[in-house]
């Protein structure tokens, strides 16, 4: 065997057996909307944040806390239909995939966040 076949050779041999060892990634989370049932079941007593910016804590009984930039606010949380309304701004879709969640408007790109137990803060 030439020198430059056995190379060829030796390196597809490789190759092929890395490829026979990967294994195949795990499929996504596929995101769901949620209903206003189980929006109230997954948000409520839990915060989603985007882990730099924003966070919200959706309390019991409707009680919002927020912080955005440092700066904490309270407010208000509730459900109308399918729909989450924070304040008075327009009513969200929610839409989770696993703990990822997103928060959908009409017209506007979705807020990303992560659900997750809440965050002591100062």
């Known amino acids: 065997m030439r020198p430059w076949h056995r190379g060829l050779w030796q390196g597809g041999a490789v190759l092929l057996f890395s490829l026979g060892l990967a294994h195949p ?3 996504a989370e596929t995101f769901r909307q949620l209903t206003g049932p189980q929006i109230r079941a997954r948000l409520t007593g839990k ?3 985007d882990e730099v910016h924003w966070a919200y804590r959706f309390e019991p009984g409707g009680r919002l806390q927020t912080v955005s930039m440092g700066r904490a606010r309270t407010g208000i949380w509730r459900l109308q ?3 989450l309304c924070l304040n008075a701004d327009p009513c969200l879709q929610v839409w989770m995939a696993g703990t990822h969640v997103e928060f959908r408007r009409d017209g506007a790109l979705p807020e990303e966040g992560v659900l997750q137990a809440p965050a002591r803060r100062p």
Do not use: F, K, S
């Open 25 to 27: 990634a795990p499929a």
């Open 81 to 83: 239909g399918d729909a």
């Open 47 to 49: 915060e989603v944040t």
